[in-house]
């Protein structure tokens, strides 16, 4: 079974208060599941790999076999991909995890849309903040 998952990671400073939000939809675009996670203090690109990695656990926990990730970072993107190098030393072990992580699937990609096309994981990492900030 392949599920397409919105991912969206952000934090409120770089570093600041950091949360990950996720939406899976199965083919017929139906919303099947969704998450959102307080990550504690991080960076946006931090929080951008923590919500690949959420997405990647919600999709396997749904019986996922398949996944197509859409993310609003393109350097996250592109860095799966194999499009960019991962340079910074913090990154490495996310990289790797991400990588691990979608290596359970039979196959897997992941595409970069703008701000606007990701709007309920954005929402959800919003809501998780505002929810964390209390």
């Known amino acids: 079974m392949k599920l397409t998952v919105h991912v969206d990671g952000g934090s409120r400073g770089n570093p600041g208060p ?40 919600l999709a396997l926990e749904l019986g996922a076999t398949e996944i197509e990730l859409i993310n609003d970072s393109e350097l996250i993107a592109h860095q799966l991909n194999g499009k960019y190098k991962v340079k910074h030393v913090d990154m490495k072990p996310l990289y790797a995890e991400a990588i691990a992580a979608l290596g359970q699937f039979d196959s897997w990609s992941i595409s970069c849309v703008r701000r606007e096309q990701n709007e309920h994981a954005d929402l959800l990492v919003n809501q998780t903040l505002d929810a964390g900030a209390l």
């Open 18 to 57: 950091a949360a990950a939000g996720a939406v899976a939809s199965n083919a017929d675009g139906e919303i099947v599941g969704e998450r959102g996670e307080m990550i504690g203090e991080a960076t946006n690109n931090v929080a951008e790999y923590r919500a690949v990695l959420l997405g990647a656990a």
